[in-house]
C-alpha cells in the first residue's frame, strides 16, 4: 500500500464523518507522511508499516467521537444530502432500463413456471389404458420437466435479484433512512439461500436433479431407439386430412408452366408426381395451425402453402403441452402432387423442423432450405441449380440432373450424392461424411468439383468431374474410377487421414 | 497501562506538552508515546479538538529539509484551562490514592 492508497481507504473509513472533519483529520496523517519521507528518508511503505491500518485509525479516531464502529460499516450512512445528479441519473436508469427489465423478467418468471404446470397433462399418458411408451414418455417428461422446474428456479432468483438492486439503489439516491438494515434483510431473500438453509430441501433438490438427468437419459435413449415404433403409434392415433384439387389438364395441353413456393414452420414437405392431370396438395395434420394457407391459384398458376412462423424467439412461447411435444414427433405433412407433363418454375421449399422430399419433377431451378430433418431430392431434372441449405440433416440426391450447380451446405450431416449429372458440384458440411457415387457417367462431362467437411471422410466413386478438389480436417479421402483414363486435375488435403485410391 | 485511564488524561497531557513548547503532531505524538504506550490515532483528534475549543492555535513553520508542518501553540484560554485540569488531577489523585490506600489497609 503506498500513501495514496492509505490516505483514500482512511478516507472511506471516515465517510460518516463531515468534509471539513475528515480533510483535518486526513491532513494529519499527509504531514504525518512528508514527516518520515523528507525528514526521516523513510519510504511510503515504511511509513504506512509504522502506522496502525486505517480501519483500526477510523475506529480509534470515530471512538472519540462516541460513534461505535458497527454504525460505520456502511458508507452510504453519510450525512450528506441527495444529489439532484444522482436523481436524474436514477431515473433515466428507471426509464429506459428497469422500465423493462422488470416486466420482461416478470413475465419470463410467470411463464417458465405457467410451463411448468404443463406437466399436468403429462399424467395422462399414464391414466387408464397405457403402452409402454406411454410409460417411456411419462417419465422421460417427468425429467424434461423437473430440469424445467430447476431453470425455472433460477429465473425466480434472477427477478428477485434484480428487483432488490433497484429497490436498494432508489433507497441510496434518496437516502432513505435505516435503509442499511432495510437492505441487510432485503438480502437475505432469495430462493437458492432458502434452500440452501434448509438441508433436507437441499438434498431432496439435489436429489431430483440427479434423478431427472438420469430421467431423461436413460428414457431419452430408450425413446431414440424406439423413435420409429413411437412414431407409427402417435401417428395412426390422430390423423385429419385437407385436400385441395385442381384439374391441370388444359396446361399439361398447352404446357403451362407453374410455380411452388412452400414455407412453414414445423412440417414435412413432400414434392411428387400426380398420377392423373389433377394437382393435388394434401395436408395431414393433427390440429388446425395458426396463420396458415394452402392455395393454388389457377390464375398466377401458383401453389403456395405458407404460414407466419414467429421469428421472435425471445418472447418466450412457452405454453408447452404434450400436443406440442407430439406435433415435435409428428409434424404435419403437406404433400404436393404435380402431373407429369407440368414443368415447374423456380421452386423454393422452406421449413424449419421437417424434412423435405423432391421425387420426379422436371423444374427450372429448385431451392431447399431447413434446419432440422433429411432432404431428399431423387429423380429430379432441373434446367439450372439446386441449392439446398440445411443444418442439421442429411441430404441425399440421387438419379437427379442439372446444367448448372449443385449446391449442398449442412452443419451437422452427412451429404451423398448418387447417380446424377451436374456441371458443377459445391458440397459443404461441418461434421459429416461425404459420399460420391456415379457421378457424370455417361457424358463425363463435369467440369468441377469442390467437397469440404471438417469431420468425416469423403468417398468418390466413379466421378468423371475435369477439377475435382477435396478437403477433409480429420477423415480418409478415397477416390477410385473404373475409367482411369479419364484426366482428373485433382486436389485433396486431409489433416488427418490417409488419401488412398486409383485417381491421383 | 489502561486504555481507559490513558484516555483520561490524554487530553491534559497533550496540552501541557504544547504549553512547554510549540510542536508538530508526529512530535507530541512520540514525546507522549516515549513515556506510555499510545495510539498515534488517538493524539491527532484530540489536537483537532483543543483547536476547535481555541485552547490553542496553529501555524506553519517552513523547513529547509521538507514541506512545512503544522506547529500548535497554546492559547491564554489554553494556559488557563491546563491550570484548571492539573488543579483537578491533583483532587483526583488524592482521592484516588486514599481509596486505594485505605484499600489495601483494610
Given at each position: 500500500m503506498n500513501k495514496n492508497e492509505f490516505l483514500r481507504q482512511l478516507e472511506k473509513e471516515l465517510g460518516i464523518l463531515d468534509k471539513v472533519e475528515r480533510k483535518e483529520l486526513l491532513d494529519f496523517y499527509e504531514e504525518r507522511f512528508y514527516n518520515g519521507i523528507y525528514?526521516?528518508?523513510?519510504?511510503e511503505q515504511e511509513v504506512v508499516l509504522e502506522l496502525e491500518p486505517p480501519h483500526v485509525i477510523a475506529r480509534n479516531i470515530l471512538d472519540q467521537y462516541g460513534i461505535k464502529p458497527k454504525h460505520v460499516s456502511r458508507p452510504e450512512e453519510r450525512y450528506e444530502g441527495v444529489k439532484l445528479g444522482s436523481i436524474i441519473w436514477l431515473g433515466c436508469v428507471d426509464l429506459f432500463l428497469l422500465s423493462w427489465i422488470i416486466p420482461t423478467l416478470f413475465g419470463v418468471t410467470v411463464a417458465m413456471f405457467g410451463a411448468v404446470l404443463?406437466?399436468?397433462?403429462?399424467f395422462t399418458l399414464v391414466i387408464g389404458e397405457k403402452s409402454t411408451y406411454d410409460v417411456m414418455i411419462f417419465w422421460f417428461l417427468t425429467g424434461v420437466f423437473i430440469l424445467l422446474f430447476n431453470f425455472a428456479l433460477v429465473i425466480l432468483d434472477l427477478f428477485i435479484w434484480t428487483l432488490k438492486k433497484s429497490l436498494k439503489f432508489h433507497l441510496d439516491t434518496f437516502k432513505v433512512r435505516r435503509r442499511a438494515e432495510f437492505n441487510k434483510k432485503m438480502n437475505r431473500i432469495n430462493v437458492d439461500g432458502f434452500i440452501k438453509k434448509r438441508k433436507k430441501l437441499l438434498s431432496l433438490k439435489r436429489l431430483t436433479f440427479i434423478a431427472a438427468l438420469l430421467l431423461v437419459g436413460i428414457f431419452g435413449f430408450r425413446l431414440a431407439i424406439n423413435a420409429d415404433n413411437i412414431y407409427g403409434l402417435y401417428v395412426n392415433q390422430i390423423s385429419l386430412t385437407e385436400i385441395e384439387t385442381y384439374d391441370a389438364s388444359d396446361d399439361v395441353l398447352n404446357s403451362i408452366p407453374w410455380t411452388v413456393d412452400v414455407d412453414v414452420d414445423n412440417m414435412k414437405i413432400i414434392l411428387v408426381q400426380s398420377e392423373t392431370n389433377e394437382i393435388v396438395v394434401t395436408r395431414e395434420y393433427q390440429e388446425e395451425p395458426i396463420d396458415f394457407s394452402m392455395e393454388i391459384n389457377d390464375v398466377t398458376h401458383t401453389i403456395s402453402v405458407m404460414q407466419e412462423i414467429e421469428d421472435n424467439y425471445w418472447s418466450f412461447n412457452l405454453d408447452i403441452n404434450l400436443e406440442e411435444i407430439l406435433r415435435m414427433i409428428k409434424p404435419d405433412v403437406i404433400t404436393i402432387a404435380i402431373p407429369e407433363g407440368i414443368v415447374l418454375q423456380y421452386t423454393e421449399l422452406e421449413t424449419m423442423n421437417g424434412t423435405i422430399k423432391v421425387v420426379g419433377m422436371t423444374m427450372i431451378e429448385l431451392v431447399i432450405n431447413n434446419v432440422n430433418g433429411a432432404v431428399t431430392v431423387e429423380s429430379v431434372d432441373v434446367l439450372t441449380n439446386i441449392t439446398i441449405n440445411s443444418f442439421n440433416s442429411n441430404v441425399q440426391v440421387e438419379d437427379s440432373t442439372g446444367s448448372g450447380k449443385l449446391f449442398v451446405k449442412t452443419a451437422n450431416g452427412r451429404i451423398s450424392i448418387a447417380e446424377s449429372d451436374f456441371q458443377r458440384y459445391e458440397l459443404d458440411t461441418e461434421n459429416g461424411r461425404i459420399y460420391l457415387e456415379e457421378?457424370?457417367?455417361?457424358?463425363?462431362?463435369?467440369?468441377s468439383l469442390d467437397a469440404e467437411t471438417s469431420n468425416g471422410r469423403i468417398v468418390l466413386d466413379n466421378v468423371y468431374v475435369g477439377k475435382v478438389d477435396l478437403e477433409t480436417s480429420n477423415g480418409n479421402i478415397i477416390y477410385n474410377n473404373e475409367d482411369q483414363s479419364f484426366d482428373v486435375d485433382y486436389s485433396r488435403n486431409t489433416g488427418n487421414g490417409s488419401t488412398t485410391g486409383n485417381v491421383n | 497501562m489502561s486504555t481507559q485511564l490513558k484516555k483520561g488524561v490524554l487530553e491534559m497531557v497533550v496540552l501541557s506538552k504544547i504549553a512547554q513548547k510549540d510542536s508538530y503532531g508526529y512530535d507530541i505524538y512520540q514525546y507522549i508515546d516515549g513515556y506510555m504506550v499510545i495510539s498515534e490515532s488517538t493524539i491527532y483528534p484530540i489536537l483537532r479538538k483543543l483547536t476547535k475549543e481555541g485552547l490553542c492555535s496553529t501555524y506553519l513553520r517552513e523547513s529547509n529539509e521538507g514541506p512545512p508542518r503544522k506547529y500548535f501553540k497554546i492559547s491564554r484560554l489554553g494556559i488557563s484551562r491546563l491550570g484548571e485540569l492539573k488543579v483537578d488531577w491533583k483532587k483526583f489523585e488524592n482521592v484516588v490514592n486514599t481509596l486505594i490506600r485505605s484499600d489495601r489497609y483494610e
Open positions: 525528514y526521516e528518508n523513510k519510504t404443463g406437466y399436468l397433462p403429462v457421378l457424370n457417367v455417361e457424358n463425363k462431362d463435369g467440369v | -
